[in-house]
């Protein structure tokens, strides 16, 4: 590569820029801290650019940009340490520049257009410990205001961490579920209008029993099973809420979410002994490498007891 320009671009370039951001902020309303990531964005590529052909960048010269030069740009953001999500912010904020050099007839948006940001790794889901995941459990009902209320929460929650259910899984039951206490599984219909069949634990029937004892409202089937405090359907929102109170009166992380307790459902079914197999049917994955993401929480927990206990781990051990 040449050595440094001092300067990145030329006058009619840095017009162009200055009218593109413009644009930004009063045809597009984006916000302030758009505006500032995508400058920087563009100020980054074009140094890259005026380094990469040794002179300040012309409006000409990005008349037709190829993927390569593109791929040439992450690289370089890549070797300074941007991870995946800053490589897609970066060519985010170019391709918007491209395209609006492509609105003043100046190039061609193809290029950049056929770029694909970097794939984000997957984050891992944050599961309960089984110490909180039983205590949301039990104690889902200490914030509710009634007595049918408080059963509600905690057959919901017990749902979500007893069988692994998501949470429209669980809202969605119809008026007659979970009526017969001698049941030892149930149908689900997850997402595409899939059925499984999952296991019913001795809690989670207690736990519904009690609700329907308690719920003012007739549960016929043509009905949702839970219901809100007027009668209609349970909302997600406010056992999303509940959870949110939780946190509070439990002392519980962020992530301690409705969603979390299927997440827990899976790790502790998983640090058991549990089939991989059986968890992805259990939890309605369609493809096994959905179900794997938990086997790298199990050995990230694995790896850290080892650390914490193992003699040899021991920052300076002998």
Known sequence: MSAPVLVSATAPLLALKAEWLRRLEVERRASPLTI??????????????????????????????????????????????AGARSLGRHLSGVRSFVRHLEREGLASGAGAASMRAPKR????????????????????????????????????????????????????LPGDALADRTARSMTITGKGNKQRLVPLLPAVLEAAADYRRLCPYALSADKPLFRGARGGALGPGIIQREMQRLRGYLGLPDSATPHALRHSFATHLLAKGGDLRAIQDLLGHASLSSTQIYTAIEGNRLLQIYDDAHPRARRGAA
């Open 36 to 81: 500032e990531a995508y400058e920087r964005d563009l100020r980054q590529f074009l140094l890259f650019f005026a380094a990469y052909q040794g002179r300040p960048v012309a409006p000409e010269d990005l008349a037709d940009l190829k993927p390569a030069e593109f791929r040439a740009f992450l690289a370089d953001r890549r070797r300074e340490g």
């Open 121 to 172: 790794p997957k984050s891992l889901p944050r599961p309960l410990s089984v110490p909180d995941a039983l205590a949301v459990t039990e104690e889902a009902g200490a914030t509710a205001s009634e007595p049918w209320i408080a059963a509600r929460n905690v057959a919901v929650l017990t749902l979500l961490y007893g069988c692994g259910l998501r949470i429209s899984e669980a809202l969605n």
